[in-house]
């Protein structure tokens, strides 16, 4: 799909914005999932295939940004923003932890859309853009009252992550060690709702 967007879907206007066709989408999904052989110039176009992209992302069993670190990073960036070097290298080291299938996946998503975005002034799509509609797609925000709020802050850890996308993703050393990984995940989840609460009284002030 990466590979058609490349070739045909750069200079689209509102490329990721613009919905695709609802048909096309289903009968790509079903042809992917059954393991068909899919030719997207023959059966695709631009905004359906950019649509199935973000559907597959959000898609994905575990999400791309896993629960275990969601919070972490997001309390990295608030804490440590206006010190770049010291926060940029908290947050390589909360993506260190990631499957080595997510960070891969990150890496290659990332030079993608950071290549979307050299097209802004005919596809109109910044990172700013980028990281509004991919953020629902890459973060799992649990349904609340307070979901569309978490979801804006969400979408700016996803703006500055693409913004430092060389410094962040390129040569990650394996998690720092497995029980700090665990234990990252053990606070998280008791702690979750609380961490939630805070991060967007903070960032809200």
């Not at 597959?56 to 804490?79: H, M, R, W």
């Not at 010190?83 to 947050?91: F, G, S």
């Not at 996308?165 to 709702?193: I, K, Y």
Request: hydrophobic fraction near 40%; charged fraction near 25%.
């Amino acid at each position: 799909m990466v590979e058609y967007l490349e070739v045909f879907g750069l200079e689209r206007v509102g490329i990721f914005r613009i919905s695709g066709s609802v048909n096309k989408i289903k009968k790509l999904k079903q042809k992917y999932n059954q393991g068909e052989k899919v030719d997207l110039v023959s059966d695709g176009d631009v905004d359906s295939v950019a649509s199935l992209l973000k559907l597959f992302l959000k898609e994905l069993p575990v999400a791309v940004f896993p629960d275990n670190i969601c919070s972490g990073l997001l309390k990295t960036l608030q804490e440590h923003k206006i010190h770049t070097t010291e926060c940029i290298e908290n947050l390589r080291q909360l993506l260190s932890c990631l499957p080595k299938a997510h960070q891969n996946l990150l890496q290659f998503l990332s030079a993608f859309l950071l290549k979307v975005a050299t097209y802004s002034a005919v596809n109109f799509m910044t990172l700013e853009n980028l990281a509004i509609v991919f953020g629902p797609a890459l973060f799992k925000i649990p349904v609340s009252p307070l979901a569309c709020e978490e979801q804006k802050l969400y979408n700016g850890l996803l703006l500055y992550l693409l913004q430092h996308h060389e410094m962040l993703f390129v040569d990650l050393n394996p998690c720092f060690s497995e029980r700090q990984a665990d234990g990252l995940q053990e606070n998280n989840t008791e702690d979750e709702e609380r961490d939630r609460l805070i991060l967007l009284r903070e960032w809200s002030t």
